[in-house]
């Protein structure tokens, strides 16, 4: 079944206490990405990958890294992570193509940073 | 950077009513989806519709680009209808990155 997953699914933990969010998908897409959804705010890009080895930011990175070594894999790391990182986070991928762009998003993880 | 409204923000029906929501998108854009977020908070992808109009049961969505805008019908709606719907657009890259857009999204509730 074709499918993007995260784990964990839900997450608390304590400021300062590295943690990661991996993510995978099947589909052989290039292009890769992490939101987070916040009350009022909507779905914001974090980060997002082209391809491997290539990932750029998006519209909300500080406090946030990523890499991208593996066609398949897109893990989101927070170095020292703070109470306002808590929050509901998508990982997405999908094909780059001038005439087919879909995005498929993962089932989110919820992030409690006490 | 491209501005992307979501009206009415707030909508309940009863069930069986038709609705109609809207997208607003302030520059052209590559590519256009609709999401619908459920109450799990998982996000399903409804269409994938730069422009034209496209079915899917008792839905449908059409892009007018040139017009900036897209709008999502649900006709017959159902109590499962319930959730949050969002659309994002895909900004060109003379914005200097590849990225997606989402609107602050429509938040439906159907009435048994």
């Known amino acids: 079944e074709a499918q993007v997953t995260q784990n964990p699914r839900y997450l608390i933990t304590v400021t300062g206490k590295k943690l990661t969010v991996t993510c995978s998908q099947n589909m052989n897409h290039e292009y890769m990405s992490w939101y987070r959804q916040d009350p009022g705010l909507g779905l914001r890009q974090i980060y997002y990958s082209m391809n491997v080895e290539v990932t750029d930011k998006g519209d909300v990175p500080e406090g946030y890294k990523v890499s991208r070594k593996e066609k398949r894999n897109f893990p989101l790391i927070l170095e020292s992570p703070s109470p306002n990182q808590t929050s509901l986070y998508f990982c997405?991928?999908?094909?780059?193509?001038?005439?087919?762009?879909?995005?498929?998003f993962g089932p989110g993880t919820r992030l409690t940073v006490l | 950077g491209i501005q992307v409204e979501q009206s009415p923000p707030d909508l309940i029906l009863q069930e069986g009513a038709n609705s109609t929501l809207r997208c607003n998108f302030s520059d052209s854009v590559n590519n256009l989806q609709w999401f619908h977020q459920n109450p799990w908070g998982q996000l399903i992808n409804l269409f994938y519709i730069p422009s034209g109009t496209k079915q899917n049961g008792r839905l449908s969505a059409t892009t007018v680009a040139t017009e900036r805008y897209s709008l999502l019908y649900i006709s017959s709606s159902q109590t499962t209808d319930s959730g949050v719907y969002f659309c994002?657009?895909?900004?060109?890259?003379?914005?200097?990155?590849?990225?997606?857009?989402f609107g602050t999204g429509t938040r439906l509730k159907v009435l048994a």
């Open positions: 994002a657009v895909e900004a060109p890259f003379t914005s200097g990155t590849y990225k997606y857009i």
């Open positions: 997405a991928s999908s094909f780059w193509r001038e005439s087919y762009n879909e995005q498929f």
